[in-house]
């Protein structure tokens, strides 16, 4: 039916166009239904392209003039090396290799993946625990509860740091105030040893209720009729959550793992107020972000920063991509 | 537990099984509910203290600081004091910064959730050539670094003229490629396309449907992105720092950023420290209320924002 009738139209639309065409030869005296043809092709022109990319106008531009333009213009920069004498000059991929023998980059690199494999996990996993208790029958006052968790994201992380350096402080320290009391040695937070564990401790803060956000309202979303069944057999709270909750937010514990990988890779805020607190723990290059900013502020080696933030790039680009491949390909089987 | 209620009393073996069971399962259910709860509330002590901590400092004088605990109250109170240093110190400038802040985050918040509106409801609603190729590049830009971005920024803003204007902060933060994203994902389900359909047969034009029905549909949506990027540009640190090097034009982030360094530089100066917490706590109060008012937005906003693999 549908077929034909497609059919049908189709010829229809052949011999008109046969007949144009058949006008078109003939001599210029009958441009009526030429036109007619011009028209009608400029207005369904103007409904599949033009009006779409003009509602994408504003966006596009924006989008063009703060990421595209200044993405393709530190790619272009990150291929010259500026001297004082002698000026600028074109030198391919060279800042590139460099970057890949330079040992601070490698080291901030290095400190941001502990971070990652140490603090990334134990922060979903807590999210995950809170989510999952929170959605559960067995809790009461959970407006409460949530709303505490997710406070910290409301803080800006520059305040959340602050707040946290004064917390871990010495002197005025509440933490290290309960030790004197226990006569005990202060908490060695701000020290070589206990450094990337304390910011740590501020990204866990700041990120877990989130996280358990974006998860508690995934499971939120599930409709209950697909675990009274489990639950009329018998099934345990632990025995649902594992076996029908967590499979059914996979995609949003995917969504924060790769949030998280972003984020952790690309940290910035927390070791540079930091920097402030113990200028002699944190080094100028801690993490790879802070190290672009420093070789571009403050030695104005705007072409080598444009080459660290690329190599970053790509290796947060490699860890997501990696990420969401093995995830995926574990749902296909 | 109303169905094993009707069972009649001499009820059988399996139903007596089931009840004895459920006892059991309760009794032990009461210490697991008891420990759960004592896990949250250790949990809700862990998120919550340090904001105590910032309450109750904020009400010291500097010698209190080091002097009492600092989980409690001093015996004497010197918040209005405090108050009244913070927004008096070299000038006024944390009043500057504050009206920086509200600006830069009112006009970034407009603007972007209407730019992403109107783009997310394109990406969902109409379809064009090029229309995947096209969002797979914006959400890609998701994964960029932002110092990849903010230095370059800098340098093409630096060449224009545009450093240390407002609009340095402001027109980057126009740009929200996941608000795009989550208005793309809230169109998609929030907007019937019979209803558009019915709108283009009665004869409407494109902008007249988006402005005068679609909007008014995706306002929860549009709500949601409003305050993610009204958070977002209020609490950024990073851009305005880069963008701009004149007190005048700072944000509280960045303008608290640097009183801490200053008192961490001149321990001498200790006056500082009473300075930098006082203002952290003006600074984070806007946002802690705006959160808890319009709860319903934010967890709306995650939550659309998950549904989608």
């Known amino acids: ?333 | 537990m109303a169905r094993i209620g009707s069972l009649p009393a001499g009820g059988s073996v399996a139903a007596t099984r089931q009840i004895s069971a459920r006892t059991v399962g309760r009794r032990s259910g009461w210490t697991l509910r008891g420990l759960v709860l004592l896990f949250l509330v250790l949990m809700l002590v862990y998120f919550v203290i340090p904001l105590f901590w910032l309450v109750v400092s904020a009400t010291k004088t500097n010698d209190e600081l080091f002097s009492t605990f600092g989980l409690w109250f001093a015996p004497d109170f010197h918040l209005l004091e405090n108050l009244h240093d913070v927004f008096t110190y070299d000038n006024g400038i944390f009043v500057t910064w504050l009206t920086n802040s509200a600006y830069y985050a009112v006009v970034s918040a407009l603007g972007a959730s209407l730019i992403a509106t109107l783009a997310g409801y394109t990406f969902a609603k109409l379809s064009f050539p090029g229309r995947e190729l096209v969002f797979a590049i914006i959400l890609g830009s998701i994964m960029v670094p932002n110092t990849a971005l903010a230095i370059p920024t800098y340098l093409l803003l630096s060449k224009v003229g545009l450093v240390n204007t407002p609009l340095a902060i402001i027109l980057p933060s126009l740009v929200t490629p996941f608000g795009v994203y989550l208005m793309r994902v809230y169109a998609e389900q929030a907007l019937p396309d019979d209803l558009l359909d019915a709108a283009r047969v009665d004869g409407a034009s494109e902008w007249r449907i988006f402005w005068s029905i679609a909007l008014r549909l995706l306002a929860p949506g549009f709500v949601t992105v409003l305050l993610l990027t009204f958070v977002g540009t209020w609490n950024n640190f990073f851009l305005p720092l880069v963008v701009t090097n004149n007190p005048a034009y700072y944000p509280l982030t960045v303008g608290l950023a640097n009183w801490n360094q200053l008192s961490q530089a001149f321990s001498g100066s200790r006056i500082l420290y009473t300075l930098v917490i006082t203002g952290s706590l003006i600074s984070v109060i806007p946002l802690m209320i705006g959160f808890l008012f319009l709860q319903r937005y934010w967890q709306g906003g995650l939550t659309f924002g998950s549904l989608r693999s």
């Open chain 1, 1 to 333: 039916m549908i077929p034909s009738r497609h059919m049908a139209r189709h010829s229809q639309t052949e011999a008109i166009q046969q007949a144009i065409e058949v006008q078109e030869l003939a001599p210029p005296s009958s441009g009526l239904l030429s036109s007619l043809r011009h028209w009608r092709h400029w207005r369904h022109w103007r409904q599949r392209a033009l009006i779409p990319y003009l509602f994408l106008l504003p966006f596009l531009l924006l989008f063009s003039f703060f990421i595209l333009v200044p993405l393709l213009y530190a790619l272009w920069t990150s291929f010259f090396i500026e001297r004082l004498i002698g000026g600028t000059t074109f030198v391919g991929l060279q800042n590139y290799q460099e970057v890949l023998h330079d040992g601070n980059f490698w080291e901030g690199v290095r400190n941001v993946l502990l971070l990652l494999f140490t603090q990334v996990p134990l922060m979903l996993g807590l999210a995950l625990g809170l989510a999952l208790l929170l959605d559960s029958q067995i809790v009461r006052f959970k407006t409460i509860f949530r709303l505490g968790y997710f406070l910290p994201y409301a803080i800006p992380s520059v305040i959340g740091a602050l707040l946290w350096g004064y917390l871990y402080s010495a002197h005025i320290g509440p933490f290290a105030q309960l030790a004197e009391l226990l006569h005990w040695p202060p908490p060695p937070f701000l020290t070589a040893a206990g450094l990337l564990p304390s910011i740590a401790n501020i990204l866990t803060w700041q990120w877990t209720g989130y996280n358990m956000v974006i998860l508690y309202a995934a499971l939120q979303a599930i409709p209950p009729e697909l675990y009274d069944a489990a639950r009329v057999d018998g099934a345990s709270g632990w025995e649902i959550a594992r076996h029908i909750k967590i499979p059914l937010i996979a995609p949003a514990i995917v969504l924060t793992v790769v949030f998280s990988i972003i984020g952790t890779l690309q940290l910035f805020n927390e070791p540079q107020i930091m920097t402030a607190i113990v200028p002699n723990l944190i080094q100028d290059h801690y993490t790879p972000n802070l190290y672009a900013y420093n070789l571009a502020f403050t030695n104005q080696q705007y072409n080598y920063a444009a080459a660290v933030s690329f190599v970053l790039g790509a290796v947060v680009f490699v860890f997501s991509y990696v990420f969401m491949l093995v995830t995926y390909r574990r749902g296909q089987r």
